[in-house]
């Protein structure tokens, strides 16, 4: 059983930068996938990115595909989602989530934990 606690979100001016945080607990993430989801109001909640903790290998939305960077630390089972030139439709509650396995998934149903949320507010 993985516990995630994702933190590090905030209210920001377009154009600034965040980094949000996912640590994990309860179990190695070796051979798991740690993804970053968010939702605005009123939207579905869409996939962020994602990384595969074995090797590294990472995946992006396209509408954030050169902006955000996420990474992963081993020393404390911990996921890093940098996010850069930040605008209004950034702006949501961030999830991070994590399930076993090798296979990249961008759906959401793919995954069994999952944090509380951290909201990021973007002011034009």
């Known amino acids: 059983q993985v516990q995630l606690v994702d933190s590090g979100g905030g209210s920001v001016q377009a154009g600034d930068s965040l980094r949000l945080s996912c640590a994990a607990s309860?179990?190695?993430?070796?051979?798991?996938?740690v993804g970053w989801f968010r939702q605005a109001p009123g939207k579905e909640r869409e996939f962020v990115a994602v990384i595969r903790w074995n090797d590294g290998v990472t995946e992006y939305a396209n509408s954030v595909k050169g902006r955000f960077a996420i990474s992963r630390e081993n020393a404390n089972n911990t996921v890093y989602l940098l996010m850069n030139s930040l605008t209004p439709e950034d702006g949501g509650v961030y999830y991070c989530?994590?399930?076993?396995?090798?296979?990249?998934?961008?759906?959401?149903?793919?995954?069994?934990?999952w944090g509380q949320g951290t909201q990021v507010t973007v002011s034009s």
């Open positions: 309860g179990h190695p993430l070796n051979d798991h996938l």
């Open positions: 989530a994590a399930r076993a396995g090798w296979t990249i998934y961008f759906i959401e149903t793919q995954y069994a934990y």
